[in-house]
T-cell receptor, first 120, second 115 residues
Framework: GAVVSQHPSRVICKSGTSVKIECRSL??????MFWYRQFPKKSLMLMAT?????????EQGVEKDKFLINHASLTLSTLTVTSAHPEDSSFYIC????????????????FGEGSRLTVL | AQSVAQPEDQVNVAEGNPLTVKCTYS??????LFWYVQYPNRGLQFLLK??????LVKGSYGFEAEFNKSQTSFHLKKPSALVSDSALYFC?????????????FGQGTTLQVKP
């Protein structure tokens, strides 16, 4: 249980185009999902907290108009990188916590497999 | 500021030897502590967590971690390392004062186990 799926796992796009990454909780509902960005051999940088049915909360320094987050349902959050540029190339990872798990705020997060974005 | 530190960028051990990956934290309130492992080009896998109770926590794949409040540490340990344990390890903390559930991650430690 507690499987998180990310799609696509790899995407290559041209500079100036937009790319959408999906994060799905396959066997549980998640009112909150988190989007991280990871640079090579570096730690995870939290970009934003995605809340179902409301606007995402972005971390300081993250451009909300650049990285659009939509949490349309209890099992799906999407990250759209708009007008992508080479510096947006990175590994993007989402995570989620099962809703109503009994340890809603103390429980661990479950992570997707990540999406590697390469902008040419 | 709330933070997590993993002072070692890389840890090298021989297969069969015990391993320790260090983690210290600085957060407000009682922390919730976690360890995750990441294999190349993959997401993070949960290993173990400390919320309350016994300071020694046992987790997946034979790993354990010891919570030390006075030293604000949560070091990851394994009595006998395997080559397959080679990966990137992250310590994470959720501040007790946080109501969002988001985690603060350390910078990661690469574990290299040699045959």
């Amino acid at each position: 249980g507690a499987v998180v799926s990310q799609h696509p796992s790899r995407v290559i796009c041209k500079s100036g185009t937009s790319v959408k990454i999906e994060c799905r909780s396959l066997d549980f509902q998640a009112t909150t999902m988190f989007w991280y960005r990871q640079f090579p051999k570096k730690s995870l940088m939290l970009m934003a907290t995605s809340n179902e049915g409301s606007k995402a909360t972005y971390e300081q320094g993250v451009e909300k108009d650049k990285f659009l987050i939509n949490h349309a349902s209890l099992t799906l959050s999407t990250l759209t990188v708009t007008s992508a540029h080479p510096e947006d190339s990175s590994f993007y990872i989402c995570s989620a916590r099962p809703r109503g798990s009994g340890s809603h705020l103390t429980g661990e997060l479950f992570f997707g497999e990540g999406s590697r974005l390469t902008v040419l | 500021a709330q933070s997590v530190a993993q002072p070692e960028d890389q840890v090298n051990v021989a297969e069969g030897n015990p391993l320790t990956v260090k983690c210290t934290y600085s957060v407000s309130g009682n922390p919730y502590l976690f360890w995750y492992v990441q294999y190349p080009n993959r997401g993070l896998q949960f290993l173990l967590k400390y919320i309350t109770g016994d300071n020694l926590v046992k987790g997946s794949y034979g790993f354990e971690a010891e919570f030390n409040k006075s030293q604000t540490s949560f070091h990851l340990k394994k009595p006998s390392a395997l080559v397959s344990d080679s990966a990137l390890y992250f310590c994470a903390v959720r501040p007790g004062s946080s109501n969002t559930g988001k985690l603060i991650f350390g910078q990661g430690t690469t574990l290299q186990v040699k045959p």
